[in-house]
């Protein structure tokens, strides 16, 4: 079963602007920390950025200043506000929730790509 659910990728010339948002699903029980990882053709999959169910938010130094990530009161939806993209910025963007209680668990989203290119 598809758990999260990405929307808002597609094509943006460099220095424009694209907003991602996931849904996670009512199944998952008990979320604690949500957030963005990225993984680009022949790259390692990096942590783009994490917002705590309290708030407490980490960016990846290559996004500081540029993204926004933030979530719903309700907390089982979690956004991406994406400015001033560059090409380097260009790959699949993955949404993932995790779990504390009863046991630590991760969940991903199926990802959304993201393509900057003039």
């Known amino acids: 079963q598809v758990q999260l659910v990405e929307s808002g990728g597609g094509l943006v010339q460099p220095g424009g602007s694209l907003g991602l948002s996931c849904l996670a699903s009512?199944?998952?029980?008990?979320?604690?920390?949500m957030g963005w990882y990225r993984q680009a053709p022949g790259k390692q999959r990096e942590l783009v950025a994490h917002i705590t169910s309290t708030g407490i938010i980490t960016y990846a130094d290559s996004v500081k200043g540029r993204f926004t990530i933030s979530r719903d009161n309700d907390k089982n939806r979690v956004y991406l506000q994406m400015n001033s993209l560059k090409p380097e910025d260009t790959a699949i963007y993955f949404c993932?929730?995790?779990?504390?209680?009863?046991?630590?668990?991760?969940?991903w989203g199926q990802g959304t790509q993201v393509t900057v290119s003039s």
């Open positions: 009512r199944s998952i029980f008990n979320i604690d920390a």
């Open positions: 993932y929730a995790d779990t504390r209680v009863p046991v630590f668990n991760m969940y």
